[in-house]
Protein backbone atom coordinates (compact mmCIF):
# COMPACT_ATOMS: atom_id res chain seq x y z
CA UNK A 1 0.00 0.00 0.00
CA UNK A 2 1.55 3.34 -0.51
CA UNK A 3 2.72 5.59 1.73
CA UNK A 4 2.10 9.22 1.90
CA UNK A 5 3.87 12.45 3.94
CA UNK A 6 1.74 15.29 4.46
CA UNK A 7 2.55 19.04 5.47
CA UNK A 8 0.50 20.54 7.92
CA UNK A 9 0.56 24.17 8.36
CA UNK A 10 0.10 25.55 11.70
CA UNK A 11 1.24 28.33 13.02
CA UNK A 12 3.24 27.63 16.30
CA UNK A 13 2.79 24.12 15.87
CA UNK A 14 6.49 23.86 17.90
CA UNK A 15 4.69 25.18 21.07
CA UNK A 16 1.74 23.03 21.34
CA UNK A 17 1.45 21.83 24.96
CA UNK A 18 1.36 17.76 25.36
CA UNK A 19 -2.15 17.92 26.16
CA UNK A 20 -2.96 19.65 22.70
CA UNK A 21 -1.39 17.53 21.11
CA UNK A 22 -3.25 14.69 22.39
CA UNK A 23 -6.17 16.09 21.66
CA UNK A 24 -5.28 16.66 18.11
CA UNK A 25 -4.29 12.87 18.37
CA UNK A 26 -7.28 11.75 19.41
CA UNK A 27 -9.23 13.44 16.76
CA UNK A 28 -7.05 12.30 14.26
CA UNK A 29 -7.93 8.32 15.58
CA UNK A 30 -10.91 8.76 16.14
CA UNK A 31 -11.85 9.91 12.27
CA UNK A 32 -9.14 7.11 11.52
CA UNK A 33 -11.44 4.39 13.12
CA UNK A 34 -14.73 5.25 11.84
CA UNK A 35 -12.60 5.60 8.19
CA UNK A 36 -11.37 1.78 7.98
CA UNK A 37 -8.62 -0.47 8.39
CA UNK A 38 -7.41 0.89 4.57
CA UNK A 39 -5.75 4.25 6.07
CA UNK A 40 -3.03 4.12 8.94
CA UNK A 41 -1.40 7.06 10.63
CA UNK A 42 2.17 5.64 11.04
CA UNK A 43 4.08 8.96 13.01
CA UNK A 44 4.46 12.65 12.91
CA UNK A 45 6.82 15.00 13.39
CA UNK A 46 6.08 18.12 14.78
CA UNK A 47 8.67 21.44 14.07
CA UNK A 48 8.15 25.22 14.68
CA UNK A 49 5.29 26.04 12.67
CA UNK A 50 4.46 22.57 10.30
CA UNK A 51 3.58 19.25 11.34
CA UNK A 52 4.90 16.38 8.85
CA UNK A 53 2.90 13.12 8.76
CA UNK A 54 3.14 9.60 7.96
CA UNK A 55 0.56 7.61 6.84
CA UNK A 56 -0.34 4.66 4.55
CA UNK A 57 -3.74 4.80 2.40
CA UNK A 58 -4.24 3.48 -1.03
CA UNK A 59 -5.16 7.17 -2.33
CA UNK A 60 -4.16 10.96 -1.54
CA UNK A 61 -8.62 11.04 -1.74
CA UNK A 62 -8.47 8.88 1.64
CA UNK A 63 -5.63 11.12 3.01
CA UNK A 64 -7.49 14.54 2.15
CA UNK A 65 -10.67 12.92 3.58
CA UNK A 66 -9.25 11.98 6.60
CA UNK A 67 -7.86 15.76 6.84
CA UNK A 68 -11.29 17.09 5.96
CA UNK A 69 -13.16 15.33 8.58
CA UNK A 70 -10.71 15.52 11.38
CA UNK A 71 -10.50 19.42 10.71
CA UNK A 72 -6.61 19.21 9.93
CA UNK A 73 -4.63 21.30 7.03
CA UNK A 74 -3.62 18.94 4.25
CA UNK A 75 -1.06 21.46 2.47
CA UNK A 76 0.84 19.45 0.72
CA UNK A 77 0.75 15.48 0.22
CA UNK A 78 3.42 13.79 -1.38
CA UNK A 79 3.68 10.30 -2.01
CA UNK A 80 6.99 8.29 -1.39
CA UNK A 81 9.01 6.55 -4.30
CA UNK A 82 11.42 5.04 -2.23
CA UNK A 83 13.68 5.20 0.75
CA UNK A 84 17.33 5.70 1.80
CA UNK A 85 18.82 5.44 5.51
CA UNK A 86 22.37 4.90 6.37
CA UNK A 87 22.02 0.77 5.17
CA UNK A 88 21.77 2.49 1.67
CA UNK A 89 25.51 3.21 2.03
CA UNK A 90 26.55 0.05 2.32
Known amino acids: MPKFVIEREIPGAGDLTADQLKAISQT ?7 MG ?6 ESFVTGDKIYCVYIAPNEEMILEHAQKGGFPANKICKVVNT ?5 AE
Open 28 to 34: SCGVLNK
Open 37 to 42: SEIQWI
Open 84 to 88: ISPVT
